[in-house]
């Protein structure tokens, strides 16, 4: 089992931005497929974005062109970028980790709350 740490998350006013960390331990991150993960109150964990070992990027439609997802190998993170964020971004973002985008196997990080409000 691979061990993810979040950081980042908090109270941001909407059309704000916030970024998420995410570090790994153990071996092989720059061929591990990541992801973040939300579950806001009373609804269903949902995939927002993800990232595989060579690049590959996918967005939930509700945050295209709006966050971004990305990877820096020799740090083993993974990142999240908000852009323009709306109160219904409101979430508990986690963290995912599989060894590869065909795996079943997942790790997930103990989350980080994002709160988006004026």
């Known amino acids: 089992q691979v061990q993810l740490v979040e950081s980042g998350g908090g109270l941001v006013q909407p059309g704000g931005s916030l970024r998420l960390s995410c570090t790994a331990s153990?071996?092989?991150?720059?061929?591990?497929?990541m992801a973040w993960y939300r579950q806001a109150p009373g609804k269903e964990r949902e995939l927002v974005a993800s990232?595989?070992?060579?690049?590959?990027?996918n967005y939930a439609d509700s945050v295209k062109d709006r966050f971004a997802i990305s990877r820096d190998n020799a740090k083993k993170t993974v990142y999240l970028q908000m852009n323009m964020v709306k109160p219904e971004d409101t979430a508990v973002y986690y963290c995912?980790?599989?060894?590869?985008?065909?795996?079943?196997?997942?790790?997930w990080g103990q989350g980080t709350q994002v709160t988006v409000s004026s």
């Open positions: 153990g071996s092989f991150f720059s061929i591990r497929a």
């Open positions: 995912n980790s599989r060894p590869s985008v065909n795996s079943a196997i997942n790790s």
């Open positions: 990232i595989a070992g060579g690049g590959t990027t």
